[in-house]
C-alpha cells in the first residue's frame, strides 16, 4: 500500500534549527510536496522537490532522496510564527497525491 | 480578492439533513478538487474536476456529489448527513492535472459538524 510517515510533534526553540522528516512508501513518484497548516486555516503551498538534493528558499530548505523514500523540511532563524503543523505529501505514477498526517511544530520563546 | 473560496465556514446540522458548500476560484485553473480532513488531520481528497469533468472519485458514498456548473465552480452537495461525516472539507484548485509540480491553492475549509 501507500503510505507517508512523519513525526506526530515536534517542539523548537525560537532562533533554532529543526528538521522535520518524512518517509514514502509510493506506487511510482512524481515528486514530493511540503505545505505549512496553521491551525484553522488552509494548508499552504511550500516546497516541491522532484530530483535528489536541497532545495533552498530563504529560511526553509527541502531535500529529497528517492533512492532512501525519503524527505526533509529543515527551518532555520525559528520564529513563533512558524508554529504549525507541515503537511508532507508524495506524488504517484497517476499524479495522485497521497497526504502525511502531519507534524505539529511547536516553536517555544 | 480571495483566490479559492468557500462558504460557509462553519456549518452545523442535525443528521438526516442535506446540505451544500460551495467554492469559487478566481485563478483560472483548469482543476478544482474536494478534500476531507478529518480529526486526526489526515487530507483525503473525495472529488476533482478538470474542466468540468469528474477525474477522480475515491470510493466516496454517494451521498456526496459534486456539482461543476463551470470550471471556476465545484460545489458539494450532501444527503442524509451523518455523525461521521463530521469535519473539516477544503476546496483547492491547480493548473493542469497532470503536472508533476501540481501546486494546491486551497480553500480556507469549510467545518461541518453534524449533531
Known amino acids: 500500500g501507500q503510505n507517508i510517515d512523519q513525526p506526530t510533534e515536534m517542539t523548537a526553540t525560537e532562533g533554532a534549527i529543526v528538521q522535520i522528516n518524512c518517509t514514502y512508501q509510493?506506487?511510482?513518484?512524481?515528486?514530493l510536496f511540503w505545505y505549512q497548516q496553521h491551525a484553522g486555516e488552509a494548508p499552504t503551498f511550500l516546497s516541491y522537490?522532484?530530483l535528489d538534493g536541497l532545495e533552498e528558499k530563504g529560511r526553509f530548505s527541502s531535500f529529497l532522496s528517492r533512492s532512501k523514500g525519503y524527505s526533509y523540511l529543515l527551518l532555520k532563524e525559528l520564529q513563533m510564527k512558524d508554529s504549525a503543523s507541515y503537511l508532507c505529501?508524495?506524488?504517484?505514477?497517476?499524479?495522485?497525491?497521497?497526504w502525511g498526517a502531519g507534524t505539529k511544530l511547536i516553536i517555544k520563546p | 480578492d480571495t483566490a479559492v473560496s468557500q462558504t460557509p465556514k462553519y456549518l452545523v446540522t442535525q443528521m438526516g439533513n442535506d446540505k451544500s458548500i460551495k467554492c469559487e476560484q478566481n485563478l483560472g485553473h483548469d482543476t478544482m478538487y474536494w478534500y476531507k480532513q478529518d480529526s486526526k488531520k489526515f487530507l483525503k481528497i473525495m472529488f476533482s474536476y478538470n474542466n468540468k469533468e469528474l477525474i477522480i472519485n475515491e470510493t466516496v458514498p454517494n451521498r456526496f456529489s459534486p456539482k461543476s456548473p463551470d470550471k471556476a465552480h465545484l460545489n458539494l452537495h450532501i444527503n442524509s448527513l451523518e455523525l461521521g461525516d463530521s469535519a473539516v472539507y477544503f476546496c483547492?484548485?491547480?493548473?493542469?492535472?497532470?503536472?508533476?509540480?501540481?501546486?494546491?491553492?486551497f480553500g480556507a475549509g469549510s467545518r461541518l459538524t453534524v449533531l
Open positions: 505529501a508524495a506524488m504517484d505514477s497517476n499524479y495522485q497525491l497521497i
Open positions: 509510493t506506487s511510482g513518484f512524481n515528486g
Open positions: 483547492a484548485s491547480s493548473q493542469g492535472e497532470h503536472s508533476g509540480a501540481n501546486v494546491l491553492t
Open positions: 522537490n522532484v
